[in-house]
């Protein structure tokens, strides 16, 4: 499954426009543990597709973004819920503690 990428200028659209959760994976090409993290996030995007839409954001093609939610460390998943910030994971997880994570949105 490829995942949808977003950018600065359909962020606002795709994210905090969405009328479902979206779960955001800010990553950069170089991050080893984001590239790591890749396929469960893949594996989340396919087995909650009928309730939660997925996308990557390259931190590096997309700085502006990153500031806007202080996005200090990568890989980070931010859970948007109605336009608004509903909850962060950072680091490299395992899918059963980012799915705890998201537990009460699914």
């Not at 309730?51 to 954001?57: E, G, N, S, W």
């Not at 200090?72 to 948007?80: D, E, Q």
């Not at 705890?100 to 949105?105: F, N």
Request: glycine share 4%.
């Amino acid at each position: 499954m490829n995942l949808t990428s977003v950018t600065t200028n359909d962020f606002g659209t795709a994210v905090l426009d969405s009328d479902r959760p979206v779960l955001v994976d800010f990553w950069a090409p170089w991050c080893g543990p984001c590239k790591a993290l890749a396929p469960v996030v893949a594996q989340i995007a396919e087995e909650h597709a009928d309730r939660l839409t997925v996308v990557k954001l390259d931190i590096d093609a997309e700085p502006a973004i990153a500031v806007r939610y202080q996005i200090m460390s990568i890989p980070t998943l931010s859970l948007f819920v109605d336009g608004e910030l509903a909850t962060t994971l950072t680091g490299a997880k395992t899918k059963a503690a980012i799915l705890e994570g998201l537990a009460p949105w699914l």
